[in-house]
């Protein structure tokens, strides 16, 4: 695993020691299970739409460092926006961890720290996952949402 060192960031560590809205949540009127069997990356995700915006979101689980992290920043990121706009992130971030920026990441602020990814394509699946959750949470899903 030594070659992922250079994935692992400052903020990708600090992050995955201490993830925040890593809790559950009491208000949640939607809520998706992901999970990443190739690595064994299992989290739930808490959503509280209030409309057609993301009014409080929240985590739990476990991970890898990496799947961990984006959870984390994912939740920070998306908090406040609207599903459209919480959509058109995560198509700007899957460019990005698959290696297909274009230049046009601007609004991905801190989540470009996730840009090593692409190097390695084991880990795109550990890095999307919770942004995956998050898709099924807003359609309502009921089923687990694997990465295979
Ligand atoms: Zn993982």
Redesign the pocket.
């Known amino acids: 695993m030594s070659d992922l060192r250079e994935l692992y960031q400052d903020v990708i560590l600090e992050h995955s020691k201490a993830p925040r809205n890593y809790r559950q949540l009491a208000t949640a009127n939607h809520k998706a299970e992901g999970y990443?069997p190739?690595?064994?990356?299992h989290f739930t995700l808490y959503l509280d739409l209030k409309g057609d915006s993301i009014h409080d979101i929240s985590f739990q689980g476990s991970?890898?460092?990496?799947?961990k992290a984006s959870a984390s920043m994912m939740t920070q990121s998306v908090k406040g926006k609207t599903r459209e706009e919480a959509g058109k992130l995560f198509e700007q971030f899957h460019k990005l961890v698959t290696g297909q920026a274009n230049g046009n990441q601007a609004d991905l602020g801190k989540l470009a720290v996730f840009s090593g990814v692409s190097q390695f394509p084991v880990?795109v699946?550990?890095a999307t996952?919770a942004w995956h959750t998050l898709q099924a949470a807003m359609e309502g899903k009921q089923e687990p949402v694997s990465t295979e």
């Open positions: 990443n190739l690595c064994g990356d991970g890898c460092a990496i799947s880990r699946k550990c996952l």
